[in-house]
């Protein structure tokens, strides 16, 4: 069982350039979203999806944009990177239908370096 | 406001000791749940103990316990039995809604680092 998968688990960037982190998941699950974490500041919600074609967003939604076309799959893109971006990125899902406890299943996170 | 606060930046414990890991919540909803989970230092973050609001029970899971106290708006993670694989950063979540809800987020505390020593 793969769960949720992120690529690239490691990138570096340069200010202005732009790039898609990619997540999917196999569970079948409605709901993923995207957080980063920075120190000291927990994990933060950017983006969220409750199904195909549904998203919106979360607390630090700035500078990132979401798409949602199928249901196993969330890519994050970042249209112009800033330094601010640096950040570990993870993706999480969850089964959103009867008896959920909305308990989030995460990828193995993004470490994003802009410079 | 903040809504999950975790006042505890770092904590210390030796091993085979109890440890309680504070945090507190902020909500005006009558139905939402609680949950913990577990980072080390690998990075990956692993789900450990769930309490829903209207659990009259405290949850419980092997080693893990989960103190919740409604009133005062707390829902404290104990660790029996500390180990040296516990030494890690835990985080205090939220979802705010019933567990029906669709597509609420999880809102998180900032974390408090458990280190666990011989």
């Known amino acids: 069982n793969a769960g949720v998968t992120q690529t690239p688990k490691f990138q570096v960037l340069k200010t202005g350039q732009s790039m898609t982190l990619q997540c999917a998941q196999d569970m079948n699950h409605e709901y993923m979203s995207w957080y980063r974490q920075d120190p000291g500041m927990g994990l933060r919600l950017i983006h969220y999806?409750?199904?195909?074609?549904?998203?919106d967003q979360g607390e630090v939604p700035n500078g990132y944009n979401v798409s949602r076309s199928t249901t196993e799959d969330f890519p994050l893109r970042l249209l112009s990177a800033a330094p601010s971006q640096t950040s570990v990125y993870f993706c999480?899902?969850?089964?959103?239908?009867?008896?959920?406890?909305?308990?989030?299943?995460f990828g193995e996170g993004s470490r994003l370096t802009v410079l | 406001a903040q809504k999950i606060t975790q006042t505890q930046p770092g904590m210390f414990v030796q091993e085979k000791e109890a440890v309680t890991l504070d945090c507190t919540y902020d909500t005006s909803d009558q139905s939402y749940g609680l949950f913990w989970y577990k980072q080390p230092s690998s990075g990956e973050m692993i789900f450990l103990i769930y309490q829903g609001s209207y659990d009259e029970q405290n949850a419980t899971e092997g080693r893990y316990s989960l103190n919740f106290q409604k009133a005062r708006k707390s829902a404290n993670l104990v660790i029996s039995a500390s180990q040296l694989g516990d030494s890690a950063m835990y985080f205090c979540?939220?979802?705010?809604?019933?567990?029906?809800?669709?597509?609420?987020?999880?809102?998180f505390g900032k974390g408090t680092t458990l280190s666990v020593s011989s």
């Open positions: 999806s409750v199904g195909a074609g549904i998203t």
């Open positions: 999480a899902s969850s089964y959103s239908g009867p008896g959920s406890t909305g308990e989030l299943f």
């Open positions: 979540a939220m979802r705010e809604g019933g567990i029906y809800q669709a597509g609420t987020a999880l809102i």
